[in-house]
């Protein structure tokens, strides 16, 4: 395998350079561009260009080349001077200017004069692109922080990019924003690669990849289209870029806080309750400046965030009298057996009382019928010693009755505590240095029904991030960039019952591990009780390592772009709820008078009794998945003429198959020999077939990249381009082998027909099963495993568009653009043991199975597509004359195949009938929006001190100036959902959902909360059969919401200033309904609960919740 890599490398490597030398734009930094002319429009070779930054007061020299050319390469984001000069020509400065992480262009006409006919132009930059080809958007500080948001994160505004979609919520908690669960240009959600001042920090197995804190962020650049080849991995590239040091010392303080009683209800909330609570308080603050002037800079920030919300909770526990045993409280009259007769026990001839208990100890037969003897007064006179210190763990009932007679009000905690820091040396004026560091922890108890700890888990997930980078500029056209990143996110969920040796404390022998057992308690009319549980254990740490390097030079027309990484992602993790002392079931089965009996028995009389229906346990270790990613790249900018720039690029990338350091790795492979049943189709562990890891390494990974620039005039730009992209294989998709056979498990169940309990809970343990998994191919024949194909394809993106921009008067860039996609090779997740369509039959007979010998088989098969067009069209203006504004329009058709990617969840239901045509599920996506309008303004208001209005004394303007108000507004067309059956699928596929057929039209004359279609057109498809119905075919409610801030800033002296706001999200507490109850079969309630509808078509839930409102505080010098 390593021999194989070094020859592509190497081969690639020669490749490359053999043909010119190479520049590569960092991924960090910006570039500015641009040509140097005279008035007959003459290029003007040897011009001085000085770039000035005015932040950190770092002067750079260039030089103009022979064709008036010149490239500022590797430029730290920030804000610029350029001064241009030649001998016989008048001076001319430009500025200020703000660089982001792009590619600006700034050219200079010099008229003829001396040194002292100097002339200087103020404004900023054209936002027109003249040098590429990308769609993309830069969201930077200054504008994230005038608009509206609560909760004080970047990924707030993802919604606003033109092409971005979300999904529509059918209930349950709704979000006022998307955040990084968005589709954008028809790539799927937790798809994208994200950085962190230009190394990727994307985690192999989270979705959790906001690593910097809002306020320590200077700018996000996002890449959602046609980017250039030096950025890999992802449909779309989220770029963070953090704050820096400057010359001059800056500092912030800041507190920000929502609170239940700022905020409204939702359209279905209950208006005779109170508003759930909230108390949310996120305050920090950072100082930067210098430790040595013009060399060393520094930034620091730290930030806490408390976050504390309740939920009323309602469960049941024993009554005083049920932990003695005794149960007369819960008898009843007669019980009845199905035909509504009463029930005779054959022991004594008595009749059978509802929840009556039996004693085992009496267990006989008569007349060949088993039977029990009743407790006498339906009491317990003996406890298991085991049991009768387990409910211990049981709070006292604080309400009347037997059932929901406890009420407490469970906290929910979400803190976070942050620190942020960063260090820029400037070694040599050549030679600059960053280091920078992020940590995040995120520590809480989490508590569920009942008082801790039971069901209680400890949580602390940490990040952590490293930065470091060199950045060495050999000459002003020869720049190399050397740079590391590492990310680091660790997720302990611990239950408080861990360790705390509560097994031996209750004398529980059957114990497996240090842990609370697992008691589920279920049997009995009026059920006693929730049962006692722990939380899911689980220990993941996700690592991902970055190390790259990148070389500038810059060669006539040529801007030629080199360089390459090696991603490797570690994964670090155990299976969720992998600590188990067992799991002991109680159904009530051995306290019935006969196991026929309807009605008698109760489960938690079995349970004080210490009769065990049924047990388990299964452990698992941490396993340590192991990914590489080698990646070489050459991107030419070439400048044809000084109004047409070609963007050309090659990546090259090398993407290995997951492997696990322990050999802790096991699938279903189709093509291994099972000799049990001498047929295909067995298990594979490391060492089979000489294999070491899931998947096969793929080494043929070429990714084109081409586009133009060209400007026919200074006003108008027409750019186009087109490119081929890759996804990463995400550990929790492509990785789920990871640990199998590695844990040690064992399960026992009644086999006696409720006659005999399995074991008794202060037994001595020895009579249960608990062994080490084993790796034979045959050991899971009759289960259902898992299945990762070994020659699993590289998912593919072929990204295009086409576009004009235009400058118009007021500052205003109008964007016309074409942006399309087609994916191929995509995921599509079913069970590849479903029953053909060939073999289904009017009965549930899982015989025509492919693989009869296992149950279900869930895997992916990579054969999925998807299509994406749209039409895109954007206006924008900079902050000027006190207004800004940006709106884009997008319409546009989004199908697929099926809706998963790398955290697949998070594409919404998966619908599909049949696993063996993915394109008979071709249809809308999931997030196929047809129509969307996203706009966002600033507007300070005209009024105070060097303003239109009132502009007097300080006194007036304390009152008067400093307002603003910004605004977000967001409105689109709804997304599609796919029509189903709420019963049992008798299709007898064994797997996937089952679609009705189409009878009549879904159409109805007004649709609204009480029917949003007519479930009279659909009809249960014959047994054995699939629904004609298609997916996604009906749309669902639009979407509108306007978020709004106001704010005021008092400014004490020209460096310190005190900003105080409100924010609020949905600030007309408009009601955005969510998605209709898509099950046709589902019985329409509109009677029972005025105002909440239930059923098929009905709708109860809003995809945006009600006004959400944030006060904040910044005080800043």
């Excluded at 590849?832 to 149950?855: A, C, M, W």
């Excluded at 839930?1101 to 009600?1106: L, R, S």
Aim: proline share 5%; hydrophobic share 30%.
């Amino acid at each position: 395998m390593f021999g194989k890599l070094c020859g592509y490398l190497t081969a690639l490597c020669l490749l490359l350079c053999a043909g010119t030398s190479a520049i590569a734009q960092s991924s960090a930094t910006g570039e500015v561009r641009g040509t140097v002319t005279d008035t007959s429009n003459a290029v003007i070779i040897g011009a001085t260009v000085l770039l000035t930054n005015i932040d950190t007061g770092e002067i750079t020299q260039f030089t103009t080349n022979k064709d008036g050319l010149y490239d500022t390469v590797s430029t730290p984001s920030g804000h610029y001077r350029i001064d241009f000069s030649r001998q016989g020509f008048a001076p001319l400065q430009r500025g200020p200017i703000t660089l982001t992480v792009s590619t600006i262009t700034v050219n200079a006409q010099l008229h003829v004069g001396s040194i002292e006919e100097k002339v200087v132009v103020t404004g900023d930059a054209s936002l027109l692109k003249t040098e590429t080809s990308d769609q993309g958007t830069t969201f930077d500080s200054k504008t994230m922080q005038q608009l509206p948001q609560v909760g004080q994160s970047w990924d707030n505004f993802t919604i606003l990019l033109p092409g971005s979609a979300g999904t529509a919520t059918q209930g349950g908690d709704p979000a006022a924003s998307p955040g990084l669960g968005v589709s954008i240009n028809g790539t799927l959600p937790y798809s994208s690669n994200f950085l962190a001042d230009g190394a990727s920090v994307t985690l192999p197995q989270s979705a959790n990849t906001d690593t910097n804190t809002f306020e320590t962020v200077s700018e996000v650049n996002i890449e959602t289209s046609t980017f250039s080849a030096q950025y890999g991995i992802g449909g779309a590239i989220f770029n963070q870029i953090t704050k820096s040091g400057t010359n001059t010392f800056h500092g912030s303080a800041y507190e920000y806080l929502q609170n239940n009683e700022l905020n409204a209800r939702s359209y279905f909330d209950d208006p005779n309750t109170a508003i759930p609570p909230l108390h949310v308080h996120v305050f920090g603050g950072s100082i930067s400046g210098p430790i040595l002037k013009n060399k060393m800079f520094f930034y620091f920030n730290t930030e806490k965030t408390i976050s504390n919300t309740s939920a009323d909770e309602f469960v049941t526990v024993p009554t005083l009298a049920e932990r003695g045993g005794n149960f007369s409280d819960v008898l009843g009259g007669p019980a009845l057996d199905g035909n509504g007769n009463q029930q005779i026990n054959p022991c004594d001839g008595t009749v059978i009382l509802t929840n009556q208990i039996f004693d085992q100890s009496t267990l006989t037969t008569v007349n060949g019928q088993p039977c029990r003897r009743a407790f006498a007064g339906n009491k317990i006179t003996t406890l298991d010693p085991v049991a009768n210190a387990l409910q211990a763990f049981y709070p006292a009932p604080n309400r009347p009755g037997l059932t929901n007679n406890y009420f407490q009000v469970t906290p929910v905690q979400n803190p976070y505590l942050t620190f942020y820091g960063r260090l820029d040396y400037d070694i040599t004026s050549k030679n600059r240095i960053t280091f920078a560091a992020t940590s995040r922890d995120n520590k809480a108890v989490y508590q569920n029904e009942l008082p801790c700890p039971i069901n209680c888990q400890f949580d602390d997930v940490a990040d952590h991030v490293l930065l470091l980078s060199d950045t060495w500029t050999i000459n002003p056209t020869f720049v190399n960039e050397f740079r590391f990143g590492f990310n680091r996110q660790g997720n302990w969920f611990v239950p408080l019952t861990l360790g705390q040796g509560i097994p031996q404390k209750v004398g529980l022998q059957y114990s497996k591990a240090d842990i609370l057992p697992d008691i589920s308690i279920n049997g009995g009319v009026g059920t006693c009780c929730d049962g006692l549980y722990n939380s899911g254990n689980y220990i993941g740490v996700g690592n991902s390592f970055d190390p790259s390097d990148v070389v500038t030079l810059v060669r006539g027309k040529h801007v030629i772009h080199f360089g390459g990484e090696v991603l490797r992602y570690q994964n670090n993790s155990t299976q969720y709820g992998n600590v188990q002392s067992g799991e002991f079931n109680f159904s009530g089965i051995y306290t019935q008078a006969t196991p026929s009996t309807v009605g008698s028995g109760f489960g938690y009389a079995d349970f004080l009794l210490g009769e065990v229906q049924g047990w388990s346990a299964n452990n698992y270790p941490v396993s340590g998945a192991r990914q590489f990613s080698p990646q070489l790249f050459v991107q030419d900018d070439y400048k044809v003429r000084s109004n047409l720039t070609l963007n050309l690029g090659l990546r090259y990338q090398i993407q290995s198959g997951w492997s696990e350091v322990h050999g802790y790795e096991g699938t279903f492979d189709p093509t291994l020999l099972n000799t049990a049943t001498q047929t295909l189709g067995a298990m594979w562990f490391v060492g089979d077939n000489g294999r070491t890891q899931l998947q096969k390494n793929v080494y043929d990974i070429f990714l084109p990249r081409i586009g133009f620039s060209y400007s026919p005039n200074g006003t108008t730009v027409v750019r186009g381009g087109f490119g081929i992209y890759s996804y990463n294989w995400s550990s929790d998709t492509y990785g789920s082998g990871v640990g199998f056979g590695s844990n040690s498990y064992g399960s026992a169940s009644d086999q006696t027909n409720g006659l005999t309990p399995v074991v008794s809970l202060s037994g001595t343990g020895s009579n249960l099963p608990y062994l080490k998994a084993s790796t034979s191919s045959t050991a899971y024949n009759g289960q259902g495993v898992s299945y990762n194909p070994y020659h699993t394809p590289v998912a593919k993106s072929y990204q295009y568009s086409f576009g004009v921009q235009h400058q118009l008067p007021q500052q205003i860039v109008l964007n016309v653009s074409y942006v399309g996609s087609h994916g191929t090779n995509l995921s599509f997740p079913h069970d590849i043991n479903q029953v053909p369509q060939s073999q289904l039959g009017p009965n549930d007979d899982p015989s025509g199975r492919p693989y009869p010998q296992f149950e279900g088989i869930g895997g992916d098969t990579y054969n999925a597509i998807s299509n994406y067009n749209s039409l895109q069209l954007e206006a924008q203006r900079r902050l000027a004359s006190g207004w800004s504004f940006s709106a884009n329009y997008t319409w546009s058709h989004f199908l697929n195949d099926q809706d998963s990617a790398g955290w697949g969840g998070h594409g919404g239901t998966q619908n599909y009938q049949n696993g063996y045509d993915p394109h008979a599920n071709y249809g809308p996506s999931n997030f196929d929006i047809r129509n969307s309008f996203k706009a966002s303004a600033v507007y300070q208001l005209p009024f105070g001190k060097n303003r239109r209005f009132l502009n007097k004394n300080a006194a007036v303007d304390a009152v008067a100036g400093g307002w603003q108000l910004s605004l977000i507004e967001v409105a689109h067309s709804g997304n599609p959902f796919t029509v189903t059956y709420g019963g049992t699928n008798l299709s007898y596929s064994q797997a996937g959902s089952w679609r009705p057929n189409l009878v009549g039209n879904p159409a109805v004359a007004h649709r609204g909360i009480n029917g949003w279609f007519n479930p009279a057109a659909f009809a249960t498809a014959a047994a054995g059969t699939f629904g004609n119905l298609g997916r996604n075919t009906i749309y669902g409610p639009d979407l509108t919401e306007l978020n709004a801030s106001l704010g005021k800033t008092f400014s004490f002296t020209h460096n310190v200033q005190l900003q105080v706001r409100i924010d609020a999200t949905n600030a007309l507490n408009h009601p955005s309904f969510g998605q209709p109850d898509t099950n046709f079969d589902d019985p329409v309630d509109l009677v029972d609960n005025p105002g909440r509808p239930t059923g098929a078509g009905t709708i109860s839930g809003t995809t945006v919740g009600g006004r959400n409102v944030q006060l904040g505080g910044r005080l800043s010098f």
